[in-house]
């Protein structure tokens, strides 16, 4: 049995099929957890979700931000953009079923490898939360997701205030802050405020500001956290980050990483990908 992590997928079910064939996926032995993002801007959204569905139990995706996108986009809470490739499920015979199935996912999961705790989201954990915390504000949300609130909840969910953590918040603000950390996050304080402006890589990193997992008091630092969403950050392999968004819609590579014996031991598994947008 081996266990893997994939990044971005973006609607690009071609890359995935061949990803899963170069890895030598078998669901009946093999577990995949997909980072979120999806579906949008790549050319079958829709066939991501069914691939995901037919292989239920041997792979686990989370929600991106572009996953959240496509659920608003349902229920009129936000219009398509040009860019957006959504029809494939909007437009599907099957929709109902691909949306139900879309809502019951989680914004976070933890994996036990040998004893070890692999903590996956797909943007970011701020400072201030452990582990626990990650899972269990993460499962706040996934609550809504699955409530008769999901429409009101779809409605009020976009915007970048408050923009930093306190165990006061409630009601939508507390919502909001969840979602944006744990599908947007790329920069923010040490003391924790996020910025939602800045898409650069870790390298041109903006005065004032860190990539969120080189805040100093972060208190997950010493749990693997595996994650996606910054393509142009790339491939970060280090003890205890991970990140896997290489730029599959871009026309870069959907990658996957294979766990060994140990969370550290680790391969980097890559399949090139046809340009589906260009950047920018």
């Given at each position: 049995?081996?266990?893997?992590?994939?990044?971005?997928?973006?609607?690009?079910?071609?890359?995935?099929?061949?990803?899963?064939?170069?890895?030598?996926?078998?669901?009946?032995?093999?577990?995949?957890?997909?980072?979120?993002d999806?579906?949008?801007?790549?050319?079958?959204?829709?066939?991501?979700?069914?691939?995901?569905?037919a292989?239920?139990?041997?792979i686990?995706?989370?929600?991106?931000?572009?996953?959240?996108?496509?659920?608003?986009?349902?229920?009129?809470?936000?219009?398509?953009?040009?860019?957006?490739?959504?029809?494939?499920?909007l437009?599907?015979?099957?929709?109902?079923?691909?949306?139900?199935w879309?809502?019951?996912?989680?914004?976070?999961r933890?994996?036990?490898?040998?004893?070890?705790?692999?903590?996956?989201?797909?943007?970011?954990?701020?400072?201030?939360w452990?582990?626990?915390?990650?899972?269990?504000?993460?499962?706040?949300?996934?609550?809504?997701?699955?409530?008769a609130?999901?429409?009101?909840?779809?409605?009020?969910?976009?915007?970048?205030a408050?923009?930093?953590?306190?165990?006061d918040?409630?009601?939508?603000?507390?919502?909001?802050?969840?979602?944006n950390?744990?599908?947007?996050?790329?920069?923010?304080?040490?003391?924790?405020?996020?910025?939602?402006?800045?898409?650069?890589?870790?390298?041109?990193?903006?005065?004032?500001l860190?990539?969120?997992?080189?805040?100093p008091?972060?208190?997950?630092?010493?749990?693997?956290?595996?994650?996606?969403?910054?393509?142009?950050?790339?491939?970060?392999?280090?003890?205890?980050?991970?990140?896997?968004?290489?730029?599959?819609?871009w026309?870069?590579?959907?990658s996957?990483?294979?766990?060994?014996?140990?969370?550290?031991?680790?391969?980097?598994?890559?399949?090139?990908?046809?340009?589906?947008?260009?950047?920018g």
């Open positions: 049995m081996a266990l893997y992590c994939i990044g971005d997928v973006q609607g690009c079910d071609a890359a995935l099929q061949r990803l899963l064939a170069h890895i030598g996926f078998s669901p009946s032995r093999d577990t995949v957890y997909l980072l979120g999806l579906v949008n801007r790549g050319p079958d959204s829709g066939a991501v979700l069914r691939r995901c569905m292989h239920e139990g041997a686990y995706p989370l929600l991106g931000n572009h996953d959240l996108h496509l659920l608003a986009a349902a229920h009129g809470a936000r219009k398509p953009s040009r860019r957006d490739t959504l029809d494939s499920v437009q599907a015979r099957d929709r109902s079923a691909l949306l139900d879309l809502r019951q996912q989680p914004l976070a933890q994996h036990t490898h040998r004893g070890q705790v692999l903590l996956m989201v797909h943007a970011g954990v701020l400072p201030a452990s582990t626990a915390d990650t899972l269990a504000l993460a499962d706040e949300v996934h609550a809504v997701l699955q409530s609130d999901l429409p009101h909840f779809l409605h009020q969910m976009y915007g970048n408050p923009d930093r953590w306190s165990d918040l409630m009601g939508m603000n507390r919502l909001r802050v969840i979602v950390a744990l599908t947007r996050l790329r920069f923010c304080t040490p003391g924790g405020r996020m910025d939602f402006d800045s898409t650069e890589s870790a390298t041109d990193t903006p005065p004032g860190v990539p969120w997992f080189d805040v008091s972060r208190r997950t630092k010493e749990t693997l956290v595996a994650f996606g969403h910054w393509s142009t950050l790339g491939w970060l392999d280090r003890p205890h980050v991970l990140g896997l968004d290489t730029g599959c819609v026309g870069g590579c959907l996957a990483v294979r766990f060994g014996k140990t969370l550290a031991e680790r391969e980097c598994l890559q399949v090139k990908c046809l340009q589906a947008q260009k950047p």
